[in-house]
């Protein structure tokens, strides 16, 4: 497989892995088993890479990551809405 | 910041996210609500990274996406021990 073709495909697929994480607890309505400091690490990941992206002018890697950034702080902001207190 | 410093510290950060979500399901034993299809997406997409380092021949994307890979299966099999049937 073509490296630029395999690195856009492996993008898209953990950029948009957790799209069905923020599905199920949109449905469920429950986060118990999700980690926080999980969820805080990773955005402050991503959002690095953003930062990276914008450094390095790598278009592909900022989309990707800012994509990645909104989902996971979805994900947060529904984490604070059905946890139970 | 130098932007190969961010780099790393960007994937150490990512890599390391699913580190504190693998310790809270081995500490809770409890999966319920955790995604699985995510979890599938994530290896699959991991994986094609580290196999985009190889072709490129670049470590720190294949190690830090190796890592990554590791983790996420142990929580694949966690998974499936502590679902309920």
Redesign the interface.
Known sequence: MN?NV??I?????????????L???LK?K??????L??LL??I???S??V??GI??DELPIILSNAFSVLVNLSLLICYFIYRKS
């Open positions: 490296e395999l690195g495909v492996a993008g898209v697929l953990t950029s948009a892995s957790m799209i069905p994480q599905i199920k607890v469920e429950n986060v118990k088993d999700l980690s400091v999980m690490v990773l402050t990941g991503v690095l890479w930062w990276y450094m390095k």
